[in-house]
Nanobody
Framework: QVQLVESGGGLVQAGGSLRLACAASGRTFSRRAMGWFRRAPGKEREFVAAIAFVSTFTTYADSVKGRFTISRDNGESTVYLQMNSLKPEDTGVYYC????????????????????WGQGTQVTVSS
């Protein structure tokens, strides 16, 4: 069993930055892919970024590429999402998820590839 707890959300003006963190319990963190997804008001959940258990393997949604950076600290069992140049359309609840050992970018972007989910943290970007 893996428990995930997100933190770091908040209210920020457009152009600002936030750093989300997701702390994981259990002993399998280093062997798991980790992903960030978000749900905007009135919209479906969408993929944001993912990092494989091999931390050099990352993938991003086109809408955040060049602005967001995902990273992981296996010693701290934590995954981070650094969000820069935030836009109002980045507003939503951000969820982290823990998956398996895939190195397939398509699977990393797919919610069904993840076994565990956090409760989410709200990010609001004002214009």
């Amino acid at each position: 069993q893996v428990q995930l707890v997100e933190s770091g959300g908040g209210l920020v003006q457009a152009g600002g930055s936030l750093r989300l963190a997701c702390a994981a319990s259990g002993r399998t963190f280093s062997r798991r892919a980790m992903g960030w997804f978000r749900r905007a008001p009135g919209k479906e959940r969408e993929f944001v970024a993912a990092i494989a258990f091999v931390s050099t393997f990352t993938t991003y949604a086109d809408s955040v590429k060049g602005r967001f950076t995902i990273s992981r600290d296996n010693g701290e069992s934590t995954v981070y999402l650094q969000m820069n140049s935030l836009k109002p359309e980045d507003t939503g609840v951000y969820y982290c998820a823990a998956g398996g050992t895939t190195l397939n970018a398509v699977l990393l972007r797919t919610p069904g590839s993840y076994d565990y989910w956090g409760q989410g943290t709200q990010v609001t970007v004002s214009s």
